[in-house]
């Protein structure tokens, strides 16, 4: 198990939910996911770089579990920062009370097309991009892998039409979560454009795998979601 | 993965949904679900009842228990709007079960649940001891938890349950608030968001006892609940609790 959608450190917000390190890969263990993807809270809500600096210090501490997603603004300085750590994913925070940028091409397009050049996994939440700006972004930056995060299971009539028309989209399964909606998306879809994520800490993994667990669908469907897509996009990265 | 042992299901649905795509709803299909997934009986709300209108939808629930009587039990849905009514609905359906199953959804109904026109209803639940699913939301003006408290110390012979347990990580904390305080509420697990821990500090405040086993199949995914369960840190006696014998004994099925 490879999980999307995760993230570690001390949190302001959610307090006694968020794990450091060492407790968020008990939970994982505790779970069997072997991997997870991870950003920090101190990016999120505080500093990108602060929380990216967190990240560094955690991950070789525990070689194999935990890929990092750095943080990322729409500054020349951030796109060298990135350059330095030479990122397989970023996690963008747009919203206004995070980073509070637009995700629109008229602002953040020096840092996509940065990201889109080296074909850096790029996740945003749901709830931080307006479907438009998202559209805009797929429409203008053809070849960036992005992964939404947390879509909410009320999306599909917006996310059908953006998959169908962007190849580069994907979305995460932490979410999805109405009656054999994950089901009827792979029957649909295949399995190719959906990934596992928990929302660990702030959700208990056990409730996004026994989604996949219970879903009637083909064993290669469910290995590619359980992370066999995600390693994919995490190899193409261009180092 | 499936539930070890046979699953009362306390809040279940009947129909689509306007605001996303409905899969896999008719009740035939709903029961393959609850076979793969070891649920025996799943006690359902008409969702038309819950959106639009209560008397078409309640008559579809009714045909349902009439097909499946073994595998579903049916909540009377009722619209404190226009008054009156709601009283009416229930005294049409009083044959679904004994005690009465009632479902409120003040949220889509867009009223208060402690409002006037609520009162008949919570008078009948009263005087019947029914089960009453109360849709709830994280301080929702219309159905936060905490509204409930008052309700639950006046009428005391009614069983409510608390349905989604508020939803957020906050709504949780205000339906374990109002369940310390009120013996006849209980919290339904149900529910979109999945946070950590919480069923464990359910237990640990309330009991076992007071935890339900929810799914809102076919508008939610069963599995989400059942894969909380079954992964709590809790004892298996008191998993068995939630999965079958609380919601079985509140039926009087036991």
């Not at chain 1, 996911?33 to 600096?53: P, R």
């Not at chain 1, 210090?57 to 030479?86: Q, V, Y």
């Not at chain 1, 917006?158 to 028309?165: A, G, I, K, Q, V």
């Not at chain 2, 209108?53 to 009587?69: I, M, S």
Request: hydrophobic residues 40%; aromatic residues 10%.
């Amino acid at each position: 198990m490879f999980d999307a959608n995760a993230r570690v450190g001390h949190s302001g917000v959610h307090g006694e939910l968020a794990l450091e390190a060492p407790d968020f890969i008990s939970e994982l263990d505790r779970f069997g996911i072997q991997q997870a993807l991870v950003s920090h809270f101190a990016a999120e809500e505080y500093d990108a770089e602060e929380g990216n600096q967190a990240l560094a210090r955690d991950i070789p501490e525990f070689p194999g579990r935990l890929t990092p997603a750095w943080s990322a603004l729409p500054d020349s300085n951030s796109i060298r920062l990135l350059a330095a750590h030479r990122p397989a994913a970023v996690r963008l925070f747009f919203g206004v009370h995070k980073h509070n940028f637009s995700f629109e091409p008229w602002c953040a397009g020096e840092l996509f097309e940065y990201l889109q050049a080296n074909l850096i996994l790029t996740l945003v939440a749901r709830d931080d991009v307006e479907w438009n700006s998202l559209a805009s972004v797929l429409e203008n930056f053809p070849r960036l892998p992005v992964l939404l995060l947390e879509p909410g299971y009320r999306a599909d009539r917006y996310l059908f039409p953006l998959l169908e028309r962007y190849s580069n989209l994907y979305f995460d399964s932490s979410t999805y979560v109405a009656h054999r909606q994950l089901e009827a998306f792979v029957e649909r879809w295949g399995a190719d454009r959906l990934v596992f994520g928990s929302r660990l800490p702030l959700y208990s993994p056990g409730a996004a795998l026994a989604v996949l667990a219970t879903a009637r669908i083909p064993e290669p469907a469910r290995l590619a979601i359980a992370g066999g897509t995600l390693r994919k996009l995490l190899s193409r990265t261009i180092q | 993965m499936k539930s070890p042992i046979p699953i009362f299901d306390c809040h279940g649905h009947l129909g689509i949904h306007p605001d996303f795509p409905a899969y896999k709803y008719r009740p035939e299909e709903m029961i393959e679900v609850m076979d793969l997934l070891n649920i025996e009986v799943l006690a359902i709300t008409s969702t038309l009842a819950c959106y639009n209108d209560c008397p078409r939808g309640n008559t579809e629930v009714a045909e349902v228990l009439k097909r499946y009587p073994q595998r579903f039990r049916g909540y009377i849905t009722v619209n404190p709007n226009p008054p009156g009514e709601a009283l009416a609905e229930l005294e049409r359906w009083a044959g679904f079960h004994a005690p009465p199953l009632i479902k409120l959804h003040p949220e889509l109904h867009k009223y208060p649940l402690d409002g006037p026109h609520y009162r008949p209803v919570w008078d009948y639940a009263n005087q019947t001891r029914a089960i009453v699913l109360v849709h709830t939301w994280d301080s929702d003006l219309n159905c936060g938890p905490l509204q409930l408290g008052p309700m639950a110390r006046e009428f005391t012979q009614a069983r409510i349950l608390l349905g989604h347990a508020g939803v957020t990580w906050r709504g949780y904390q205000q339906a374990m608030q109002v369940a310390e305080t009120a013996p006849n509420t209980f919290l339904d697990i149900s529910g979109s968001q999945s946070h950590r821990t919480v069923i464990e500090l359910a237990v640990s405040r309330l009991g076992a006892e007071r935890i339900l086993f929810g799914s809102d199949m076919p508008y939610l995914e069963a599995s989400v609940s059942l894969g909380r369960v079954l992964t709590s840190r809790i004892s298996d006696q008191d998993k068995e609790l939630i999965l079958r014998e609380n919601f079985r004994a509140l039926l009087d099925e036991k």
